[in-house]
């Protein structure tokens, strides 16, 4: 109720551009409250820009007011920017293996690496995916502990690691399809995909107990100057059609950048779930469709 009053007082008040980067489970919009407001917003010549969704690779997953068809429905891609981490594994015996990842924190030089698998966390879990806090001392300030992504937010393995005393994290995804993120983490930390997490484990695996590991603060690297920066890539998360809904019609409409996206931050932690990173920061890099939309409402207004 407080959002459809809150576009019923921007159209009444004469905007001529509203972005919308909320949305739920796709849903008839002729049976929705905030579709049905944004109908009367395009009767009023009021352009209108709103989040796919960050539901995807599956098809069929455009959220909802986003599946309706008077809203310019914004899906996520890449840019020509992104936060880029150089990492080198040493280990005796062999050359170092250099990889790389997404991170928007300080470096560390030569510390331990560490795969969290088969370490127990305080509820028991060995799997790897330091899900929940390790027990104090469990790791030391020079360990980075290597990480599988899941179950909950990226962001939250920084804060896990450090209750068990870690000095920084390496994240890796779980598929090969997922992308690379920023977030803020407490301690130093990279974000690397599938292939660059098995690789880390495979030589954690031929010395164990015997790698040091580096990577660099991330350092922003354009499209042009480094192969590995790729824009216009539609984002692993970003939701895609057919419009299930309303099968006529094609959703999303549009993509834009939506991926590593310099955004305000509240300095301030309200999460019952400790998913806030770093305190204090008042920026940060991150992702969704609700980064995308509104570089399109943005366009928007410069033409309308």
């Known amino acids: 109720a407080d959002l459809v009053a809150a576009i019923d007082a921007a159209v009444a008040d004469g905007v001529d551009v509203i972005n919308y980067s909320i949305g739920g489970e796709a849903g008839d919009p002729w049976r929705s409250a905030d579709a049905q407001a944004f109908l009367a917003a395009r009767d009023a010549g009021v352009f209108v820009a709103t989040s ?59 510390f331990n690496l560490v795969d969290a698998e088969g370490i127990a966390d305080v509820t028991g879990d060995d799997s790897g995916r330091c899900i929940n806090p390790y027990p104090t001392g469990t790791f030391q300030a020079n360990d980075v502990v290597l990480c599988e992504r899941g179950v909950v937010a990226r962001v939250v393995r920084g804060d896990n690691v450090k209750a068990g005393g870690g000095g920084a994290v390496i994240l890796y995804n779980a598929v090969a399809e997922q992308g690379l993120s ?109 980064m995308s939309s509104p570089h399109v409402a943005g366009a928007a207004a410069l033409v309308v």
Not at 90 to 103: C, I, M, N, R, V
Not at 191 to 206: C, D, E, F, S, W
């Open 182 to 290: 920023t977030d803020n983490y407490v301690i130093p930390a990279v974000h690397v995909r599938n292939a660059t997490g098995l690789a880390i484990k495979n030589y954690l695996a031929a010395h164990p107990g015997e790698v040091t590991v580096r990577f660099t603060t991330g350092q922003k690297i354009f499209e042009g100057d480094d192969v590995r920066v790729k824009s216009d890539v539609m984002a692993d998360f970003s939701s895609r059609g057919p419009n299930g809904t309303v099968p006529d019609v094609i959703k999303p409409d549009i993509t834009a950048p939506g991926v590593q996206t310099l955004a305000g931050n509240t300095p301030e932690c309200f999460s019952t779930e400790n998913a806030c990173g770093a305190p204090g920061e008042l920026f940060q890099a991150i992702q969704g469709t609700s």
């Open 52 to 110: 796919a969704g960050n539901s995807g690779p599956a098809a069929d997953t455009i959220g909802s007011p986003g599946n309706a068809p008077w809203i310019t429905t914004v899906a996520a891609s890449t840019s020509n920017r992104q936060f880029i981490s150089d990492i080198t594994l040493a280990g005796p015996g062999d050359p170092p293996q250099d990889l790389f990842g997404a991170s928007l924190t300080k470096g560390v030089n030569n």
